[in-house]
Each structure stands twice: as C-alpha cells, then as structure tokens.
C-alpha cells in the first residue's frame, strides 16, 4: 500500500489550497481515509475523515466549516479543500488510511501513511 500526498505550498492568511492523496496497491473503497496534521512540537492532530462510498465526513473542531474533504473512488484519490486559512493551519499534512470507520480520529488505528505534504500559512 503506499499513499502519496500532494499540494502543500506556502500561502497568506485566508487563501484556499488543496491537498491530493493517491493511494496505490489497495482497493480504495475499502478504506476510510482520513487526514492528519502535525506541527512542529505537537501531537499529530485529526483533521478529517470520510467513508468508503464518501457519504459520511468527519472534521476536527479546529477545521470545520473551512475545510472539506472528498473523495474519488474511481480515480483512487483523497482531497482536503482548505479555505480560510489561518497561520495556525500550519504543519505537515497527513494522508492516511483504515478499514473501518470506528475512531476514525484516532491516528494509532491508521495501517497506512503517506509520506506528508507542508503546508505554510503566512500571516
């Protein structure tokens, strides 16, 4: 399985990116995936989740109404459409993936990774 994250870049305060997540050697509707942050000095933070089929998303309390997450299942690939952002949005962006959509934000219950993509909020 290997999951590679895309998209990161350095932004100003309220700009939009979006983040990519193609995932390889799995059968992707089969998984949840979820995005994770990680800032320098702090814990890996759930950012959001969602279903096989896509119907059914997740958000930390920190991201909700800013960003959304979706899926393609035909293209194997996850999306975090971020918007207002804020400086506190930066750290390293995880994709990540699991069977069933239990703890869906607790990190430890992930079986893949991919390798993080930085994202940079300037103020």
């Known amino acids: 399985v290997q999951l590679q994250a895309s998209g990161g870049g350095l932004v100003q305060a309220g700009d939009s990116l979006r983040l990519s997540c193609a995932a390889f050697?799995?059968?992707?509707?089969?998984?949840?995936m979820g995005w994770f942050r990680q800032a320098p000095g702090k814990e890996r933070e759930f950012v959001a989740a969602?279903?096989?089929?896509?119907?059914?998303?997740y958000y930390g309390d920190s991201v909700k109404g800013r960003f959304t997450i979706s899926r393609v299942n035909a293209k194997n690939t996850v999306y975090l459409q971020m918007s207002s952002l804020r400086p506190e949005d930066t750290a390293v962006y995880y994709c990540?993936?699991?069977?069933?959509?239990?703890?869906?934000?607790?990190?430890?219950?992930?079986?893949?990774w991919g390798q993080g993509t930085q994202v940079t909020v300037s103020s």
């Open positions: 050697g799995l059968t992707f509707t089969s998984y949840v």
């Open positions: 969602i279903s096989w089929s896509g119907g059914t998303t």
């Open positions: 990540a993936a699991k069977r069933v959509i239990d703890d869906y934000s607790d990190h430890g219950k992930y079986i893949s």
